[in-house]
């Protein structure tokens, strides 16, 4: 559906803009314009012009921030199954991320705060992401009020 939205907002472009130049050549050519008349169909096709490029960008930006949803989903199950600790290759291995783009993707987590990078004495890069408990640690989890300082 985005995709044809922003074939549509193109499409609109480049038809207001074929109509722009004709009645802007007609104005400046012709010995005898309808001034009124084409300056309308300039005003006119102008306005249909911004809005095919709104529809283009609109469809353009949210199609790309749904990509990136659909991403980080996949790679949260990823972390989730790994018990809240992975690599750039697990990510790429069990999604369609290649290696640099599953670890652009975690590197971005991390700078949102939703994990953190460690290191391991071989110098692998390991993220870590505290928020995902086990069955059993959640199970345990009681009321703020109950827990003693």
Not at 17 to 29: E, H, N, Q, R
Not at 116 to 121: G, H, I, P, R
Request: proline share 2%; aromatic share 8%; charged share 20%.
């Amino acid at each position: 559906m985005h995709k044809f939205m922003i074939f549509t907002g193109v499409l609109t472009i480049l038809f207001s803009t074929f109509f722009i130049t004709a009645a802007t050549t007609d104005l400046l050519s012709e010995s005898d314009p309808k001034v009124e008349t084409l300056l309308a169909v300039i005003v006119f096709f102008s306005m249909t012009g911004i809005l095919g490029f709104y529809l283009t960008i609109t469809h353009f930006f949210r199609n790309r921030r749904k990509e990136k949803e659909q991403k980080e989903r996949q790679i949260l199950k990823v972390v989730a199954s790994k018990g809240g600790r992975v690599t750039p290759v697990e990510i790429a291995a069990e999604t369609n991320l290649i290696i640099d783009e599953a670890r652009a993707a975690l590197d971005q987590l991390c700078k949102s705060g939703a994990g953190q990078l460690q290191v391991t004495e071989n110098g692998n890069m390991v993220y870590v992401f505290e928020g995902v408990l086990s069955s059993q640690e959640k199970n345990t989890a009681k009321s703020p009020l109950d827990v003693k300082l």
